[in-house]
């Protein structure tokens, strides 16, 4: 290979240091910390249902307070609409709550820590790109600080750290599987991110073609060294092993299906367990609770007769389920007072 044929990389007198990325991030948790004098950590839903699936139960025999109105009454039992994958991102929390260092949800520092994490991964993101420090910086803090992201997670409310666990894990599938390809790393993180937010799962083509992609190139440059190491030795010496002129395997020409099973292992297994969740608790695996909350049936777009104007509003593959949910239980609702 050429000095020309090689992708471009960047200096090193641009590229920001582990010490570096992790003080910035430090700097940018404190001031998502300190953003919000007022977090909703009362809005706690996952929290709630975390620990009581610490207990090996999936919903609560007693009715939840009041302003937690998304609890859903089912056969003596009331539970959360949330997935699996969002209840079982805050079971650590729970646990610190069991063991009693905590009494509430700890919703700030968690958003806080998602904001670091979040830093982090989009400072090492920009490090493989040809570009100063600063617009590095610059192009991070535009998205911890310049979109809606920054009071969106500052609420710090079950459906806001959903959001940021799901965008934890979606950029850390993206630079596990781009920049420092580890398929089973960038599965766990990929159901991170659909397990919080179920639409996200629509992406995995997109990573399997990219995990893919790195083997083809790799087969390629392979079977381009063995036609110059064959030629070589013909040159040299006929008598010279192959192996002697060829460098050590490292273990990189990974058969395509081994690449795709690491990477679908985790979230086929996360798949698998929140339809049988959903079976547990509503007895039907396409179930996920949504239009079984009190009152949701009778708001005006919920009760539209055009499921296709339902959909078309609905964003993603979760929200997809929960509007054909409510069309169902609308069409029941009609039967039974026909």
């Given at each position: ?109 968690i ?5 670091a ?31 809606f992201?920054?009071t ?34 960038a ?25 893919l ?28 092993s ?26 086929f297994v ?12 509503f ?56």
């Amino acid at each position: 290979m050429t000095e020309s044929d090689r992708p471009e990389q960047p200096a090193e007198n641009v590229t920001i240091t582990n010490l570096v990325a992790a003080l910035i991030s430090l700097a940018a948790a404190v001031v998502y910390c300190v953003s919000n004098p007022n977090p909703q950590n009362y809005y706690d839903y996952t929290f709630r249902v975390a620990g009581q699936l610490l207990m090996g139960r999936t919903g609560f025999s007693e009715p939840r307070p009041s302003w937690l109105n998304e609890f859903v009454p089912f056969e003596g039992f009331y539970y959360s609409v949330f997935p699996l994958g969002a209840v079982i991102s805050m079971m650590p929390a729970a646990l610190v709550k069991n063991i009693g260092l905590i009494a509430d949800s700890p919703g700030r520092i968690i958003a806080s820590i998602h904001a670091a994490v979040i830093c982090f991964l989009l400072l090492k993101i920009a490090s493989h790109y040809d570009v100063s420090r600063t617009r590095q910086i610059l192009l991070t803090m535009a998205i911890l600080f310049g979109t809606f992201m920054w009071t969106n997670l500052t609420f710090a409310g079950a459906w806001q750290l959903a959001l940021g666990f799901a965008m934890v894990g979606q950029l850390g599938a993206i630079y596990f599987t781009v920049f420092d390809r580890r398929p089973w790393l960038a599965g766990f993180l990929f159901a991170l991110a659909f397990g919080n937010r179920t639409e996200n799962l629509l992406t995995a083509p997109v990573f399997m073609y990219l995990l893919l992609r790195q083997d083809v190139n790799r087969g390629v440059a392979e079977t381009q060294r063995g036609n110059r190491v064959s030629k070589a030795k013909d040159v040299l010496d006929p008598d010279v092993s192959l192996t002697d002129l060829k460098p050590p395997s490292r273990g990189i020409g990974h058969p395509f299906v081994k690449t795709l099973a690491k990477f679908c292992a985790i979230p086929f297994v996360l798949g698998v367990a929140t339809l049988v969740y959903n079976y547990v608790r509503f007895h039907s695996f396409t179930d996920f609770g949504y239009a079984r909350i009190p009152g949701v049936l009778r708001e005006p777009l919920v009760r539209s007769r055009d499921l296709l104007y339902i959909l078309s509003l609905a964003s993603g593959l979760g929200n997809a389920f929960q509007a054909v949910e409510c069309k169902e239980h609308i069409s029941i609702s009609r039967a039974r007072r026909i």
